[in-house]
């Protein structure tokens, strides 16, 4: 089984309609983060949680909001979807700790997302 | 605010040539990593590169870092069909412990 596991893989909704996004993982790591891709855009960071209490906006969080409802899981909602949140969305965790750490990202396999 | 660009974006090359992948970032980066991703497929760490002169190496892959010039390059060696690919760089800076990524390099090796 994957270590970081996305559902659904794979999503058609309707303008204005609510859909959620799921992240769970089991390598029992602390940090949390959700991106999404766009062609010629690279990664962009969403919203990112450190820990459970812990939940902080990336550079485009505008129309997401999220939830860590468990060390292992964070999940990403849209609330009123719009065509233009149609993309490829990676949830991904990394160890953390101190400076020193590598603190290397692991992604999950990605939900394509399309709005119609 | 740290800014990471690649280029080139695209590169189309021949089976066996040697080729480079620049990574450029806009202000202090700690940290300098690697990513591979296949078509339609999730992100796979290569390297991470820690600290200025790291070289890091595997197989025919080969990635450095130059915080002064703030550069980082991913050289292919022989390339081979199977390295095809999508590549990222991303920074990451002290405190802010969080990527940014470049736009990413589509790499196509072609018989």
């Known amino acids: 089984d994957a270590d970081v596991t996305q559902t659904p893989r794979n999503r058609i909704t309707k303008t204005g309609k609510r859909i959620m996004l799921e992240c769970s993982q089991t390598k029992g790591h602390d940090r949390m983060y959700w991106y999404r891709q766009d062609p010629g855009l690279g990664l962009r960071l969403i919203y990112y949680s450190f820990d459970v209490k812990d939940i902080n906006k990336g550079e485009i969080s505008d129309g997401y909001s999220v939830s860590r409802q468990a060390q292992a899981k964070f999940s990403l909602s849209l609330e009123s979807a719009i065509p233009n949140q149609t993309a490829l969305y990676f949830c991904?965790?990394?160890?953390?700790?101190?400076?020193?750490?590598?603190?290397?990202?692991?992604f999950g396999a990605g939900t394509r997302l399309s709005v119609l | 605010e740290l800014k990471v660009e690649q280029n080139p974006l695209f590169l189309s090359m021949q089976e066996g040539k040697n080729y480079t992948i620049y990574c450029n970032y806009s202000t202090t980066s700690d940290r300098l990593y690697w990513y591979r991703q296949d078509p339609g497929k999730s992100l796979e760490s290569l390297f991470v590169?820690?600290?200025?002169?790291a070289v890091k190496q595997e197989g025919r892959l080969m990635a450095s870092l130059d915080t002064k010039a703030r550069l980082s390059t991913l050289h292919i060696t022989a390339a081979v069909h199977d390295l095809s690919a999508t590549y990222f760089c991303?920074?990451?800076?002290?405190?802010?412990?969080?990527?940014?990524f470049g736009q990413g390099t589509r790499l196509t090796i072609n018989p």
């Open positions: 991904a965790t990394s160890e953390g700790g101190d400076w020193g750490a590598k603190n290397i990202q692991y």
């Open positions: 590169l820690l600290s200025n002169g």
């Open positions: 991303a920074g990451s800076r002290r405190g802010a412990q969080k990527l940014v």
